[in-house]
């Protein structure tokens, strides 16, 4: 079986969240936090650029996406409007994420992540890039278009730094600490999963590979909110 593994990502469940365990939920971006060359930089000096992360106003990599933070949610749901401004039409989706609570002896936490269609988006273009990121051939599937998409979502770990990855997204660290989450997202009840890294500091997040084997799968599943609604 082929696998394309993003190991920086797959690396945080044996050892980045030692550094300090995921709480359940996704950290909203505070007024007043330090970015995360200055956290580095105060710890063990200048820290390289490319441990810094995407910061707000720099242009994306291919496959990542704007993230608006809507504040805290009633419910204490995380509530992200995402956004690819490159897009040649208007490509937004909406990320809600519910927060479960880390079991003793569990370095990580699960919980419930629901992807929303928004109202006249067309993310078909930021699509087509993003399955090739993933390993992706072919023609784009032509899933039937849901108004939610329901999700289990893994937080790996949070306070990561990220470092460029070529075309298969990032790697994380904890060292030096940053603001970045990384999650791994369980789409069509298990038989697709992806990596989903939020950075709600600078407002920036992204999907990337998990294995080869699932792009289909995930291509089509993400198909459902992403593509316009023929309808």
């Known amino acids: 079986m082929a696998v394309r593994l993003n190991l920086g990502i797959a690396g945080v469940l044996c050892c980045a969240c030692t550094q300090g365990p995921a709480?359940?939920?996704?950290?909203?971006r505070p007024a007043s936090q330090p970015d995360v060359a200055s956290v580095a930089e105060s710890s063990s000096g200048p820290a390289p650029a490319e441990l810094r992360g995407a910061q707000r106003g720099s242009s994306l990599e291919p496959g990542m996406f704007h993230l608006r933070d809507l504040g805290p949610q009633p419910d204490g749901?995380?509530?992200?409007?995402?956004?690819?401004?490159?897009?040649?039409?208007?490509?937004q989706f909406e990320l809600v994420i519910v927060g479960g609570k880390?079991?003793?002896?569990?370095?990580?936490?699960?919980?419930?992540a629901t992807l929303v269609r928004r109202p006249a988006a067309d993310c078909a273009a930021f699509l087509k890039v993003l399955a090739?990121?993933?390993?992706?051939?072919?023609?784009?599937?032509?899933?039937?278009?849901?108004?939610?998409?329901?999700?289990?979502?893994?937080i790996l770990g949070t306070n990561q730094s990220r470092?460029?990855?070529g075309e298969i997204g990032g790697s994380f660290s904890s060292t030096p600490p940053g603001h970045w989450t990384a999650a791994k997202l369980f789409l069509a009840d298990g038989a697709a999963e992806v990596f989903l890294n939020i950075d709600a500091h600078d407002g920036v997040g992204e999907f990337s590979i998990k294995?080869?084997?699932?792009?289909?799968?995930?291509?089509?599943?993400?198909?459902?909110?992403?593509?316009?609604d023929a309808g």
Do not use: M, N, W
């Not at 294995?211 to 316009?228: H, N, Q």
């Open 23 to 28: 709480d359940g939920g996704l950290p909203a």
């Open 77 to 91: 749901a995380a509530h992200y409007v995402a956004s690819v401004e490159a897009s040649p039409r208007v490509c």
């Open 102 to 112: 880390v079991r003793d002896g569990v370095p990580f936490s699960i919980a419930q």
């Open 132 to 154: 090739k990121r993933l390993a992706f051939t072919g023609e784009l599937p032509r899933p039937k278009p849901v108004e939610r998409l329901s999700a289990s979502i893994a």
């Open 163 to 165: 470092r460029p990855a």
């Open 211 to 228: 294995d080869e084997d699932y792009a289909a799968a995930v291509v089509t599943e993400l198909g459902k909110i992403l593509l316009p």
